[in-house]
């Protein structure tokens, strides 16, 4: 089922647009999220991130999965923004 989320949270967080060289996807783990707020509190911090072009969060899997400009914005920006709003976050991956 787990595999299942993942992977529909991931298609939601495509651009299907044209793709840019300089786009990136990644996911991030948000262990602190606990309730139906943290998700949007998550969502609204790495969306003021210059550069970021999308933004899914989920409460039951715990993560959020971002398409970002790398020529404009990186990692640790996108890190930074979710500890700034108290929520710790790791890489899972980059998609």
């Known amino acids: 089922m787990k595999k299942i989320l993942t992977a529909i949270f991931m298609l939601l967080a495509m651009n299907f647009g044209t793709a840019q060289a300089a786009e990136v996807t990644t996911m991030f783990h948000v262990p602190d999220m606990f309730c139906a707020s943290c998700p949007y509190i998550v969502k609204g911090a790495i969306s003021e991130v210059e550069g970021v072009i999308s933004v ?10 971002i ?3 790398d020529e ?3 990692l640790a920006a996108l890190l930074e923004a979710t500890a ?3 929520y710790e976050a790791s890489v899972i991956d980059n998609l």
Do not use: F, K, Q, W
């Open 72 to 74: 404009i914005t990186n």
């Open 67 to 69: 398409t970002y400009d």
């Open 56 to 65: 899914v969060t989920s409460l039951a899997e715990r993560m959020a999965i």
């Open 84 to 86: 700034n709003v108290g």
